[in-house]
């Protein structure tokens, strides 16, 4: 039954790590998709593809600021599940 809660406290903890990773990438892309979105409107230019560039400028940003911040929590994350599993295989 430890063994259970056990992996369910890692499914959780995964959840929430997934989250935490995903969030700063979603968040930049949905407010540069919104402000592009405004100007398409105020303007009344409805091309589809205008937002691609922007939007990639904008993750790719992201990515280089928050990008070790983001590979450490999940290398601390992995290493979390591997001492896991070396410990239920005891």
Same mark, same amino acid.
């Given at each position: 039954?430890?063994d259970?809660?056990?992996?369910l406290?890692l499914?959780?903890?995964?959840?929430?790590?997934?989250?935490? #990773?995903?969030a700063?990438?979603l968040? $930049?892309?949905? &407010?540069v998709g !919104? =402000?592009i979105?405004l100007?398409?409107?105020? @303007?009344?230019?409805n091309?589809q593809? #205008?937002?691609?560039?922007?939007?990639l $400028?904008a993750? &790719?940003?992201? !990515? =280089?600021?928050?990008?070790a911040s983001?590979? @450490?929590?999940?290398?601390?994350?992995?290493?979390e599940?591997?001492?896991e599993?070396s410990?239920?295989g005891q």
């Amino acid at each position: 039954m430890d063994d259970l809660s056990n992996l369910l406290a890692l499914a959780d903890r995964m959840l929430w790590v997934t989250a935490l #990773l995903a969030a700063p990438v979603l968040l $930049a892309s949905l &407010a540069v998709g !919104l =402000v592009i979105g405004l100007i398409q409107a105020a @303007t009344s230019v409805n091309e589809q593809t #205008l937002t691609f560039v922007p939007k990639l $400028a904008a993750i &790719a940003i992201v !990515l =280089v600021i928050f990008g070790a911040s983001m590979m @450490t929590l999940l290398g601390d994350f992995m290493q979390e599940i591997f001492a896991e599993i070396s410990r239920i295989g005891q």
